[in-house]
T-cell receptor
Framework: AQSVAQPEDQVNVAEGNPLTVKCTYS??????LFWYVQYPNRGLQFLLK??????LVKGSYGFEAEFNKSQTSFHLKKPSALVSDSALYFC??????????FGKGTSLLVTP | EPEVTQTPSHQVTQMGQEVILRCVPI?????FYWYRQILGQKVEFLVS????????KSEIFDDQFSVERPDGSNFTLKIRSTKLEDSAMYFC???????????FGQGTRLTVV
């Protein structure tokens, strides 16, 4: 079965510092990987995806993610964090059908 | 920008009652999904729908659940006899084609009392 793991429940970063939110995956075949963000009492917003191609994927709001096949990772990164980036971040992998299998989520807190 | 809309935003129902959650997917999308998120837990897939039939469903999607696309715009999730453990945020999503990113609605918070 296709699955992802997010090892950190919470990540704390000071504003202006780089941030990384970790995700590892377990799939059979080629992975289709996604990052979504959820603000309080809101739906999930798409940030970026990896299907094929360049290992560094650029997405919305200055976020990027690096696909690493040897480490089976797809970490989300941003060079300079903003307070407004504080939210819940979900990594997901497309299943055998088209459904998404989500990780448990990582809460990002950016402090001024 | 087109978006997925869900109604109601919050529904409270008594245990054993039937509820219908409604969604209007993005108009040119072909695949429709329901997910749920129990408070404090991860988002879980329930069911996907394509070409007027269920294409995939999870173990959660048992006989008490059903989905329907009653017209060209709405997509509904029915829970026949609600249980306390059905209390969750339910998200509708749609994609233009299968492998593309899913667009999610704002969710319906279902509270079963």
């Amino acid at each position: 079965a296709q699955s992802v793991a997010q090892p950190e429940d919470q990540v704390n970063v000071a504003e202006g510092n780089p941030l990384t939110v970790k995700c590892t995956y377990s799939v059979s075949g080629n992975p289709y990987l996604f990052w979504y963000v959820q603000y309080p009492n809101r739906g999930l917003q798409f940030l970026l995806k990896y299907i094929t191609g360049d290992n560094l994927v650029k997405g919305s709001y200055g976020f990027e993610a690096e696909f690493n096949k040897s480490q089976t990772s797809f970490h989300l990164k941003k060079p300079s964090a903003l307070v407004s980036d504080s939210a819940l971040y979900f990594c997901a992998v497309r299943g055998a059908g088209y459904a998404l299998n989500f990780g448990k989520g990582t809460s990002l807190l950016v402090t001024p | 920008e087109p978006e997925v809309t869900q109604t109601p935003s919050h529904q409270v129902t008594q245990m054993g009652q039937e509820v219908i959650l409604r969604c209007v997917p993005i108009s040119n999308h072909l695949y429709f999904y329901w997910y749920r998120q129990i408070l404090g837990q991860k988002v879980e897939f329930l069911v996907s729908f394509y070409n007027n039939e269920i294409s995939e469903k999870s173990e959660i999607f048992d006989d008490q659940f059903s989905v329907e696309r009653p017209d060209g715009s709405n997509f509904t999730l029915k829970i026949r006899s609600t249980k306390l453990e059905d209390s969750a945020m339910y998200f509708c999503a749609s994609t233009p084609a299968g492998p593309e990113e899913a667009f999610f609605g704002q969710g319906t918070r279902l509270t079963v009392v």
